[in-house]
């Protein structure tokens, strides 16, 4: 009997996701995402019939983000009206009256909340080119990415980040009661390509100078070559401990899940925080890096003891890092 009911909500999904060709998320939901919607579906029809309304309005918001459909939308108006969040209630209706204008029960819900809230909420359209997400304080308000968002505001003063594919725009809006702004937002500039924008392999830098330092200077010196060359083996490690952070902060838990799992919820959401520490982490790697590269360095040129008089230092620069090499006969 379970098994039927589900695959009949699954059927029901997918034929309301395929009608609205308009919207911006997917016809055609992957099963996986129809499974998906269909769990939070359940747990939101039982958050809500125990009363918990906020609970049931974040599942039913996670079903419509995963299958499109008016009912999970028209419930996830309802419960945030019932848990007293107008401005999100109103949000859901807009939305329902632009996707879903000519289904009467979606349609007179989305009316009569747009109605009696609206007039203490501002009204905030933002534009966007190409297309981008909304979120503040570590929630989603946007329900999918697209090229138009249409939220409402309680009063007062609102940081919104603009997501985009290359990166996010900040965007302050002092709310009013009845206030209504329409705001373009242009997306940030594209990011250099490190490889279009390396220069060939010694062009434009100057060849290896010699340096023949006095020879007091040389006998003054403490170390030999083999402690700089230990020092420019742990700066080849930092170097790659710091790469390989860089791609697990990027991959792991990545931004889709952290959307989905953190919908609705604030910073203390587990993968939000997760993030945030593997970021720490490569930050600090970063930085262990470049102190490393700096003192091998000093160390090769100010305290290194060379067996020749004579040794040949040259910059190094290239995409995602500096530093110098050494050359000659030791």
């Not at 791609?247 to 993030?275: F, M, W």
């Not at 620069?317 to 000659?328: F, I, N, R, T, Y």
Request: proline share 10%.
């Amino acid at each position: 009997m379970r098994r039927a009911s589900w695959r009949l909500l699954a059927s029901t999904i997918l034929a309301s996701a395929t009608s609205v060709a308009a919207a911006p998320e997917p016809a055609a939901p992957s099963p996986e995402r129809i499974r998906s919607a269909a769990e939070e579906f359940d747990r939101g029809r039982r958050a809500f019939l125990a009363k918990d309304f906020e609970q049931a309005a974040v599942h039913f918001e996670n079903a419509y983000r995963d299958a499109p459909r008016a009912e999970s939308l028209r419930l996830a108006i309802r419960a945030r009206r019932e848990a007293k969040q107008p401005a999100r209630a109103a949000t859901h209706a807009a939305v329902a009256l632009e996707r879903y204008g000519d289904d009467a029960p979606t349609a007179q819900l989305a009316k009569e909340v747009l109605a009696e809230s609206s007039p203490q909420l501002h009204d905030l359209t933002v534009e966007c080119s190409p297309e981008c997400s909304l979120a503040e304080g570590g929630r989603i308000l946007s329900q999918s990415d697209g090229p138009r968002h249409h939220v409402f505001l309680e009063p007062g003063t609102h940081e919104i980040a603009v997501g985009f594919r290359q990166g996010t725009v900040s965007l302050t809006v002092d709310a009013t009661r009845g206030g209504k702004d329409v705001l373009p937002v242009a997306a940030p500039p594209e990011p250099p390509d490190p490889a279009a924008a390396a220069p060939p392999p010694g062009a434009g830098l100057p060849g290896p100078s010699p340096v023949r330092p006095p020879e007091a200077a040389r006998g003054n010196k403490p170390f030999g070559p083999v402690v700089f060359f230990v020092a420019a083996g742990i700066t080849l490690v930092a170097g790659g401990a710091t790469v390989a952070s860089g791609l697990d902060t990027q991959n792991n838990p990545g931004i889709d899940a952290v959307r989905r799992e953190c919908a609705g919820k604030d910073e203390s959401c587990p993968l939000y925080r997760e993030g945030q520490s593997s970021e720490t982490r490569t930050n600090v790697l970063l930085g262990v890096t470049a102190g490393a590269t700096v003192a091998t360095a000093v160390l090769g040129v100010f305290f290194t003891r060379w067996s020749s008089p004579s040794v040949a230092i040259a910059p190094s620069v290239g995409p995602g890092h500096a530093g110098a090499s050494l050359g000659g006969h030791f």
